[in-house]
């Protein structure tokens, strides 16, 4: 990289582009030349001009030269090179532009990591979690259904599974909890969702009720609006347990819309008594009471 | 990575096979006609037209010149690779599975399938230079196997010939005499059949794919078992990577409970694992059905994979690939 020319020394100052209006018949020389890209010529030189204020406010041109180099021939032998102009034969020939045979993927993929690069866990987490709660309930003994084995692994994934006869696992039928039954089917690997398996307590329905509770939904919000944004604005009227602002998972926006939980039921209220047709952020917002959700 | 696709078989993909320099990539389909690509951006160069069957497997002399395939159709041709036109055919009694050039051409090792009366066997066929001089004598036949033999190699010097398939024992014969030299350990071997066989870049090793869901490295001189990799679901594929220490295996459920079966919850995907430390590296998504097919670029920096899907997708590595820890 070659730096050279000082070239005159301009007004110091910064410029602001509003006032370059006024006084632009007199001299032009604050305003910097364009980049100039000239090559690669023939030799694989390329060179770029480009000019920058230095610190001191003088204008400095910087020529860069490079030398391009094609790398992909470098590891082609001669004959790879050769057939890469090789006529067409068979079917290729007839192959019209449209016919579209090779595409590139639309879809980035990526070598996807077993577990986080550098953790050395022993088993798949989020699998075995729910299973192995079920095991320190107390309620279900850990027996494996092939080989009989007890409190090492499960049916699913006993090492001797293909060595048993098939037919094993329909004469152990009967053993099996009646509720893992009627929802697992036939198969021994069917899925069971974890609210319905054996032993597994059904609270999920429970777990709505508490975030319906004190519920204020706020609506008309504008898209700049964030959870902490409604955590500030709610937050006077007493403790918050919740704020949830939607966000529309394609763009990233806010859907102008939220919610608000509140400890108690009081504070929810003078909150919506308060901020219902309050002006926030240009918008007038809309507060009241979330209904519980219809399905 | 974006993956190029290339979809120009209409049958679900067999065998698929650099050339030396890795600028060619060849594809066998169960649709009747190989099919070779340009590596780097997966243009289709040509086909193959001639076969009357889903053709098995395939392979390149080193001067990439001719090709061998083997087909359902009873035949095994030869090709010219550059014109696609039928140089030579190999008439058999029973579909050929997999066919080997040796070291230095002169020779290719045909297997065959248990048909009617007639058992499976392995064929020595001598490869004249000229192509009018060919021959259809077997200058060798070894039988003694039961079922299918899914793969036959030539071993080190041309000395030896490596045999798997479906009674799940590797053997290794002599190429001269015929001789069953080695037979795999039961123990340690596999349980179910071996669907695929790779060698390494240098042949002091080579990989086994099999239904048990498992692939094995073994020593190519003594067949000693060196690795198992386990996996989930049964291996239909296996490729070694010739520049670092990775291998990569592609299989899937049968294709008979493919429709049943979410696409995500088939495992269709080519797992990476450590050579040495048999610790799985990743997968790579992207096939709706099993992989049939895996072959590493002879460079090492990118690989292929067919499916059942019909569909070869054609990867070349992130930068990042290249140091990835455990």
């Known amino acids: 990289m070659v730096t050279g020319a000082t070239q005159n020394p301009t007004q110091p100052t910064k410029l602001r582009w509003g006032e370059l209006d006024e006084d632009d018949g007199e001299d032009l020389d604050f305003l910097l030349p364009p980049k100039q890209v000239i090559g690669p010529d023939e030799n694989g030189i390329k060179k770029v001009i480009e000019y920058k204020f230095n610190d001191e406010g003088n204008k400095v041109k910087i020529t860069t030269t490079t030398r391009v180099r094609k790398l992909a021939n470098a590891r082609l032998s001669k004959q790879a090179v050769e057939r890469r102009s090789w006529p067409k034969f068979g079917d290729a020939v007839r192959e019209d532009v449209g016919s579209r045979l090779t595409m590139v993927s639309t879809e980035e993929i990526i070598l996807e990591r077993p577990r986080a690069p550098g953790s050395k866990a022993e088993e798949p987490k989020a699998a075995g979690d729910s299973l192995a709660q079920l095991g320190k309930g107390g309620a279900v003994l850990m027996v494996c259904r092939t080989c009989g084995k007890k409190g090492d692994h499960w049916t699913s994934r006993c090492p001797y599974k293909d060595l048993a006869l098939p037919a094993e696992s329909f004469v152990d039928k009967p053993a099996v909890p009646e509720t893992a039954t009627a929802a697992a089917g036939s198969g021994k690997n069917t899925y069971v969702p974890p609210g319905m398996r054996a032993g597994a307590d059904r609270s999920g329905t429970d777990m709505r009720r508490r975030n319906d509770e004190n519920s204020v939904r706020v609506t008309n919000l504008s898209e700049d609006t964030r959870e902490a944004d409604l955590h500030e604005l709610f937050r006077p009227f007493g403790a918050v347990s919740r704020v949830y602002v939607a966000i529309d998972q394609k763009t990233g926006m806010s859907r102008g819309f939220g919610f608000v939980n509140f400890v108690n039921k009081d504070d929810a209220q003078r909150a919506i008594n308060k901020l219902n047709g309050y002006g926030y952020d240009n918008l007038i917002l809309r507060v009241e009471w979330a209904t519980p959700r219809t399905n | 990575m974006r993956p190029i696709l290339m979809k120009g078989h209409e049958r679900p993909l067999t065998f698929l096979k650099y050339n030396r320099d890795g600028d060619l990539l060849f594809s066998c389909a169960k649709d009747h006609t190989p099919t070779v690509w340009f590596a780097d951006n997966g243009e289709r160069l040509g086909t193959y037209r001639g076969h009357n069957g889903a053709v098995w497997s395939c392979d390149v002399s080193r001067d990439s010149m001719r090709l061998i395939t083997g087909s359902a159709d009873q035949t095994v041709k030869l090709w010219n690779v550059q014109t696609g036109a039928q140089l030579y055919t190999f008439n058999f009694g029973s579909p ?231």
């Open chain 2, 96 to 326: 050929a599975r997999s066919v080997d050039f040796s070291v230095g051409d002169k020779l290719a090792v045909i297997t065959t399938d248990p048909f009617m009366e007639l058992t499976s066997a392995i064929h020595v066929k001598r490869i004249a230079r000229d192509p009018t001089e060919q021959t259809e004598e077997s200058e060798l036949v070894i039988k003694g196997p039961q079922g299918r033999i899914n793969r036959a190699v030539w071993g080190p010097l041309n000395r030896t010939i490596i045999s798997a398939g479906e009674d799940a024992i590797i053997r290794i014969w002599d190429s001269e005499t015929g001789k069953l030299l080695r037979e795999a350990d039961k123990e340690s071997g596999h349980k179910k059949t071996i669907t695929s066989l790779t060698k390494s870049a240098d042949g002091s090793h080579f990989l086994t794919g099999s239904l048990d869901k498992s692939a094995k490295l073994w020593d190519t001189r003594t067949l000693t078992l060196i690795k198992t990799y386990v996996t989930e679901r049964p291996v239909n594929a296996v490729a070694m990577s010739p520049l670092l220490d990775h291998v990569v295996l592609g299989g899937g459920q049968d294709a008979s409970a493919v429709t049943t079966t979410d696409h995500r919850a088939g495992k269709f995907e080519a797992k990476f694992f450590d050579k040495i430390l048999q610790e799985e590296i990743g997968g790579v998504k992207g096939h709706f059905g099993p992989i049939n097919a895996l072959a590493f670029n002879p460079d090492g920096k990118s690989f292929s994979s067919g499916g059942e899907d019909g569909y070869v997708r054609l990867h070349h590595f992130d930068p990042d690939y290249f140091n990835i820890k455990i």
